[in-house]
């Protein structure tokens, strides 16, 4: 059984810039594209980024060019490098595998504001 653990997330203004982790524990994810979603109140979970195995990304029209994901195989980790934050960006951020998902993780909290 896979846990994902997400960390980093925050309050920041917009403009600004932060990095999430995902940490995968329990078996290696290195041999899964991995996606980072997200999840704003009143609206359904959306993937924004996707890493494949060989490190191909691919990314959502709305966070084109203001993020980028990475991976650490030999960490077992995910990250999000959010750049140019926008209030709509504010939402729970969350990483999994495309479907089928492992079991979600907590997520963590991203809030942009003045």
């Known amino acids: 059984q896979v846990q994902l653990v997400e960390s980093g997330g925050g309050l920041v203004q917009p403009g600004g810039s932060l990095r999430l982790s995902c940490a995968a524990s329990g078996s290696s994810v290195s041999g899964n594209a991995m996606g980072w979603y997200r999840q704003a109140p009143g609206k359904q979970r959306e993937l924004v980024a996707i890493?494949?195995?060989?490190?191909?990304?691919n990314y959502a029209d709305s966070v084109k060019g203001r993020f980028t994901i990475s991976r650490d195989n030999a960490k077992n980790l995910v990250y999000l490098q959010m750049n140019s934050l926008k209030p709509e960006d504010t939402a729970v951020y969350f990483c999994?595998?495309?479907?089928?998902?492992?079991?979600w993780g907590q997520g963590t909290q991203v809030t942009v504001s003045s």
């Open positions: 999994n595998r495309p479907a089928p998902w492992y079991a």
């Open positions: 890493i494949g195995t060989s490190g191909t990304t």
